[in-house]
């Protein structure tokens, strides 16, 4: 089966640190993303990991480990607009590259 | 900046009825998908459309589904008998190119309230 999990909710402080953990089992593994999705609106893209290590883009880093099934999204310098949800996503393949979501992470940014 | 487009914005329609679901792709994008959220879950893959067939497709497209380009520009998804579990979002993806090298865009996305 398919599995990816993710803390349903977290609360951070305006201008602080946040990490968001992603672990998956899946029956394939070409790469994760990690998407951005604002209430009532799409998935908008933030990172992708294929290798292990960290990817950093200005305030966004994202980190893989192929041997542990294990991701995270470090977010920097928080603003009150990243409260959203965090969607973690295992693309594995397949035929034509599909994606399979994990629950997502509901961030609030406090001031 | 080129992006996925989907019309309507909102659906209301009665059970048993069909509805389309229209999205139009990145221009130059090959693959094609839909995606559904029903509200407060996860979001959940659908089926993928490459070269004017399916490649995949999940549990949840039954008979009841049908996907189409019926044109070089317009992606379809068709639901033919509403049932008001059908209730959700419905998310349109295109993708460049697979092998992992390139990201799927996803459309705005078409709520979908069946009554």
């Known amino acids: 089966g398919q599995n990816i999990d993710q803390p349903t909710e977290m609360t951070a402080t305006e201008g602080a640190i946040v990490q968001i953990n992603c672990t998956y089992q899946t029956s394939g593994f070409n790469g994760l993303f990690w998407y951005q999705q604002h209430a009532g609106e799409a998935p908008t893209f933030l990172s992708y990991?294929?290798?292990?290590g960290l990817e950093e883009k200005g305030r966004f880093s994202s980190f893989l480990s192929r041997s542990k099934g294990y991701s995270y999204l470090l977010l920097k310098e928080l603003q009150m607009k990243d409260s959203a949800s965090y969607l973690c996503a295992v693309y594995y393949g397949g035929s034509q590259g599909n994606l399979i979501f994990g629950k997502g992470t509901k961030l609030s940014v406090k001031p | 900046e080129p992006e996925v487009t989907q019309t309507p914005s909102h659906q209301v329609t009665q059970m048993g009825q069909e509805v389309i679901l229209r999205c139009v792709p990145i221009s130059n994008h090959l693959y094609f998908y839909w995606y559904r959220q029903i509200l407060g879950q996860k979001v959940e893959f659908l089926v993928s459309f490459y070269n004017n067939e399916i490649s995949e497709k999940s549990e949840i497209f039954d008979d009841q589904f049908s996907v189409e380009r019926p044109d070089g520009s317009n992606f379809t998804l068709k639901i033919r008998s509403t049932k008001l579990e059908d209730s959700a979002m419905y998310f349109c993806?295109?993708?460049?190119?697979?092998?992992?090298?390139?990201?799927?865009?996803f459309g705005p996305g078409t709520r979908l309230t069946v009554l």
């Open positions: 993806a295109s993708l460049a190119l697979a092998g992992g090298t390139d990201t799927q865009y």
């Open positions: 990991n294929v290798l292990d």
